[in-house]
């Protein structure tokens, strides 16, 4: 019980942005994209998108049901690829290198943005083997106390190794839906990506779980680019120094997260803020 | 609406009343619809019970067969040849080997009929009975049993050694009453001696009714039907079963995969897809004869072959397990394949690390079932030639051979009616048997794999 409640108070630090509201303008841009559309067959999802996500700073994108957050999310991955009749135009730059560049390898993209996904989806594998299984395919470990070292450290830096250092051979699936997410974004920072996109990665999960994650975001953020699509205003308010909304397609506002909650420009905003739309 | 509403006395009460009367009506749909339920369980069940009854009850009896116990004389005056020619250092290997190959063709050619014709009336010196009569109350493999053990040890040569040999199959039939008893001896197919025979011998405990292991071990045969076997039909269907898996199954899931996981989806892979469950829904005879004209006549692999069999039952298997596996993979969720692929697995990697492991429970099914249905298939069987009389246990898939469903089908056409009537039913019963044991393995490996995942 004490150790839960403890955990909520310093999710409470987190809420009180450690970070200046300033600097996440000056923090270099390690991904732009411009004017990115993207189609499904004959229907268009995204019109002319272009947005700068700033290094190590978190940016979070806001928007009611439907208006096409995850669908840009998936462009930055290129794991729209894998989905029949998906097109798209414009252009994402990972640090200048063009991600749609046909010479580019999908697979190495992959292995520098990672994602975390809204229903933790361990495999049905041990706890080990899950975080491993990212080094193994891309070769990242020489020998197995490599290997071991990479699943140790990341699991550490996604708070789960004090929980589960004594059952890394127990099935992944065993584990809580919270601590399931965690051995996700584990998984994800075993491959050593830049960026990590999660998308709505605590709808599934209860308000302590959350709180958590939450958490675990603020500590990443230091070493990685993170992108997280939330439907709760809340959190993008929490964990967030940039916030972009997103409305029926179209990105209608980005800028400082506190900005946008205190002071947003357009109507639209205001509207989605004051639980207007949604 | 609105107004209806509001000017009904107490509108809460009358919505009460309306679902109270309908609530009549769907109880009884309901109780109506578990009884009809129930009721065609009970008769499927019932069926499937009547089945099993009648095919059992026929069927066991020619698992116990009567055998004649007796005490044979391995006579030094009948057998031929002498005792067995020996090695020694004196003879050279040439003239062992002719010495041996004589002496075994003495022992062959010897009058084995009269042996076993001694040893019957050993039991009974005073009974007049003719030789021929005599004979027919012991299988006409009878000879060849006595002269088999003979070469196995032929030290016998001049003693008297217990012997059990198998009684015809008239003699089986008069006995156990699958002929009809009270027939005039015109009708009957043994004489009136032979007959009077065989009932003193069972009640003297001569003749009794011994398990009949050699319906598992022997081959089938025309002429001592009462030693007719299915080891020759039970390794041709094996050796087609073996065909089956080591081609089906890894035609059958690379289809699948390749399919669900890779083609594109246009209208060529649509065509394919049709045309895959209307290969699933072709008569058996049809991949008979494809069989013949492909296999055999364009191919030219040998008639009446377990190869040619398997190939056959190879295609009838594919669909089966093709739509089997597709829909297992469907059945994986989507979320797998995402995770795989955002930590930048490739294609590859994601469906054999990932995708396929979880299907293996439902590919094994599959596997299993398609099998157990090609275990039981005939008529393309017998449209590329299976159906043949074959002597001999087949020693590779290349060799003549015939399959336990058609062994069944030759079965139920014999002359010999009263024995064979019975005799259908056992190998309909070891052909079940090794059905629901092939399925119990199903079901066990599928819920031990399930388990684990
Ligand atoms: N796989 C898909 N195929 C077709 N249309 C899709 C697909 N995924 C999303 N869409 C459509 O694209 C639009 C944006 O969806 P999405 O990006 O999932 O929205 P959000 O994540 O903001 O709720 C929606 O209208 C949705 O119907
Ligand atoms: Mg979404």
């Known amino acids: ?278 | 609406m609105t107004d209806t509403l509001l000017s009904a006395a107490s509108p809460g009460s009358r919505n009460r009343e309306q679902v109270r009367k309908g609530l009549r009506r769907r109880h009884r749909s309901e109780v109506l619809f578990r009884w009809a339920g129930i009721l065609s369980i009970v008769a499927a069940l019932g069926f499937v019970a009547i089945l099993f009854g009648m095919i059992l009850s026929k069927g066991m009896p020619s698992f116990w067969q009567s055998t004649l116990h007796l005490e044979a004389y391995f006579d030094p005056e009948l057998i031929e040849g002498g005792p067995q020619p020996q090695r020694e250092d004196s003879n050279s290997d040439a003239d062992y080997q002719r010495a041996y190959s004589n002496w075994q063709r003495a022992v062959t050619l010897s009058n084995w009929n009269t042996v076993v014709e001694t040893a019957i009336r050993a039991q009974v010196p005073e009974f007049e009975i003719e030789t021929g009569d005599l004979l027919d109350l012991v299988t006409t493999a009878a000879r060849f049993q006595l002269r088999d053990q003979y070469f196995a040890n032929p030290d016998v040569l001049g003693q008297t050694m217990p012997v059990s040999i198998l009684g015809s199959a008239n003699t089986d039939n008069w006995l156990k009453g699958t002929i009809d008893r009270s027939q005039p001896d015109a009708r009957q197919q043994l004489a009136p001696e032979t007959r009077q025979l065989a009932d003193q011998f069972l009640e003297q405990g001569i003749i009794r009714f011994d398990f009949a292991g050699h319906i598992f071990t022997n081959v089938d045969s025309r002429s001592a039907p009462a030693s007719a076997g299915l080891a020759g039909a039970f390794m041709g269907s094996l050796y087609m079963m073996m065909v089956v898996i080591v081609l089906a199954v890894p035609i059958g899931v690379a289809s699948a995969v390749y399919l669900e996981e890779f083609a594109p989806k246009n209208r060529w892979t649509d065509l394919i897809e049709v045309n895959i469950n209307n290969l699933a829904a072709v008569p058996s005879i049809v991949f008979g004869l494809l069989g013949a004209a492909v296999f055999i006549n364009y191919f030219g692999l040998p008639r009446s072959a377990p190869i040619v069999g398997g190939l056959v039952l190879t295609l009838m298997t594919l669909p089966t397990i093709i739509i089997a596996t597709r829909s297992s993979l469907r059945a994986v969720p989507p979320s797998l394949r995402q995770a795989a692929l955002g930590l930048g697995a490739s294609r590859n990697q994601t469906v054999f690390h990932h995708v396929l492991p979880m299907t293996f429970p439902g590919i094994l099914t599959a596997t299993i079932i398609g099998v157990a249905q090609a275990l039981g298939e005939t008529a393309p069987l017998l449209l590329i030639g299976m159906s043949a009389f074959i002597a001999n246990i087949p020693s590779s898939p290349m060799d003549s051979a015939t399959a336990l469903p058609v062994q069944i089908y030759l079965w139920q056409g014999n002359e010999n009616r009263n024995f064979f009537e019975a005799r259908t039913s056992a190998a309909i019963i070891v052909l079940l048997g090794l059905m629901l044991m092939l399925n119990a393995i199903a079901i066990f490996l599928r819920s031990r794999l399930e388990k684990r995942a």
Not at chain 1, 74 to 103: F, Q, W
């Open chain 1, 1 to 278: 019980m004490d150790m839960i409640a403890g955990k909520i108070k310093l999710t409470s630090k987190t809420v009180d942005q450690s970070m200046n509201p300033l600097d996440v303008l000056e923090r270099e841009t390690r991904l732009s994209a411009r004017d990115v559309t993207v189609h499904y067959g004959d229907k268009q999802a995204l019109f002319g998108i272009s947005i700068d996500i700033p290094d190590r700073a978190v940016t979070s994108f806001i928007g009611p049901s439907g208006c096409g957050k995850s669908t840009f999310l998936r462009c930055i991955n290129r794991m729209n690829d894998t989905i029949e009749g998906a097109r798209v135009g414009g252009s994402i730059k990972l640090d200048g290198d063009d991600v749609y560049d046909p010479n580019l390898d999908v697979v190495e993209l992959r292995a520098r943005v990672g994602m975390v996904f809204q229903k933790p989806n361990p495999f049905p594998k041990s706890i080990y083997e899950n975080v491993a299984y990212g080094p193994k395919i891309h070769g990242l470990a020489r020998s197995r106390t490599d290997l071991d070292e990479i699943v140790v450290s990341s699991l550490r830096k996604a708070g789960l190794f004090e929980e589960v250092k004594d059952r890394l051979n127990e099935p992944g699936t065993s584990l809580s839906g919270g601590q399931q997410q965690r051995l996700c974004i584990a998984r994800a920072i075993a491959v050593g990506p830049q960026v990590i996109l999660m998308d709505e990665p605590c709808s599934a999960l209860d308000p302590i779980a959350t709180a958590i994650i939450e958490e675990l975001i603020d500590e990443l953020r230091e070493n990685y680019t993170i992108v997280i699509v939330t439907h709760s205003m809340q959190q993008a308010a929490r964990v967030s120094q940039k916030t972009a909304f997103f409305h029926l397609g179209k990105l209608i506002e980005e800028g400082v997260t506190e900005d946008i909650f205190t002071n947003p420009e357009h109507k639209q905003t205001q509207d989605y803020i004051m639980g207007r739309i949604g």
